[in-house]
């Protein structure tokens, strides 16, 4: 039993920026990865970023290439909470953001998760 809830998701301006956030609530684990994902209407969910945490060894993040450098994932270990900076927004970004969890591993592959939230929508227009 893992509820995850996403927040922080709205309308924009190009080039503006939101924060989403993603609270984990019940089981929690030593090593686990938390990752966001996005998806439109009629598309397959796409990976955006994701973050591991581990008692042993360093943490690690990845990015999709489309949102390298403007988006930037962090985590809240205290709070079991995971955070997805997003700025300079594209219309392109435009999406419900999912987050996600499972134990160990960071992948890309949405499948390979256990854990989702129910989605917060982000749309950036003008």
């Known amino acids: 039993q893992v509820r995850l809830v996403e927040s922080g998701g709205g309308l924009v301006l190009p080039g503006g920026s939101l924060r989403l956030s993603c609270a984990a609530s019940g089981r929690t684990f030593d090593n686990y990865s938390m990752a966001w994902f996005r998806q439109t209407p009629g598309k397959e969910r796409d990976f955006v970023a994701v973050?591991?945490?581990?008692?042993?060894?360093?943490?690690?993040?990845a990015y999709a290439d489309s949102v390298r450098g403007r988006f930037t994932i962090s985590r809240d270990n205290a709070k079991n909470t995971v955070y997805l900076q997003m700025n300079n927004l594209k219309p392109e970004d435009t999406a419900v953001y999912y987050c996600a969890a499972r134990q160990w591993v960071a992948s890309r592959q949405g499948h390979e998760y256990d854990y989702w939230g129910q989605g917060t929508q982000v749309t950036v227009s003008s």
């Open positions: 973050h591991k945490w581990s008692t042993t060894s360093p943490g690690f993040v």
